[in-house]
């Protein structure tokens, strides 16, 4: 689910639910912009409906991209996979804004092929790699950068005052 609570939490203003029994939506992550616009990054297991939006789910999860407006109103919804494999597995783990060039980050690992839209990566023997993607406020892919497994995780990611990003993992 998604919700918005004003006042410190004490009013509930929207709930959304996404998610169904047989098609969960895991380790949703969450970052807003300025301007109070909700981008949110984790993994698809299955079709699911944001509010009319939608994408196909290729592997047995795909990485999601997704924003809202301040209302709770889903406005687009990206998703990033490969090769329907019985164990391709590809999660968006962390969600950053970046204010000084307006873009959204997002963090997360894939397994055999990952199509981000602006760039496509494929990996030999099921290996795990790591990404670091670029979207502008819009849905559009920027850039992709990755990083070759087998063993690589993501663990931070941060911007400084010139919008430099810092990418941490190991």
């Not at 169904?20 to 616009?37: I, K, R």
């Not at 047995?60 to 406005?75: F, L, Y």
Request: hydrophobic share 35%; aromatic share 12%; net charge negative.
């Amino acid at each position: 689910f998604a919700a918005s609570l004003l006042g410190r939490g004490q009013q509930l203003t929207w709930l959304k639910h996404y998610a169904t029994p047989n098609t969960p939506v895991v380790g949703f992550l969450l970052a807003t912009d300025t301007v109070g616009n909700i981008y949110g990054t984790g993994t698809l297991t299955g079709l699911i409906d944001f509010d009319g939006n939608s994408s196909p789910v290729l592997g047995s999860g795909d990485i999601v991209v997704a924003k809202w407006d301040s209302n709770g109103v889903n406005q687009w919804v990206r998703t990033v996979g490969g090769v329907p494999l019985q164990n391709d597995r590809d999660d968006g783990e962390f969600i950053h804004y970046e204010p000084v060039s307006d873009r959204i980050i997002v963090t997360g690992t894939y397994n055999s092929q990952a199509d981000f839209g602006c760039a496509q990566f494929s990996e030999q023997n099921d290996q795990t790699s790591i990404f670091m993607a670029c979207y502008e406020t819009d849905g559009t892919c920027a850039w992709v950068r990755s990083v070759r497994g087998p063993a690589v995780y993501t663990h931070c990611l941060l911007s400084d005052p010139n919008g430099d990003l810092y990418w941490f993992g190991q």
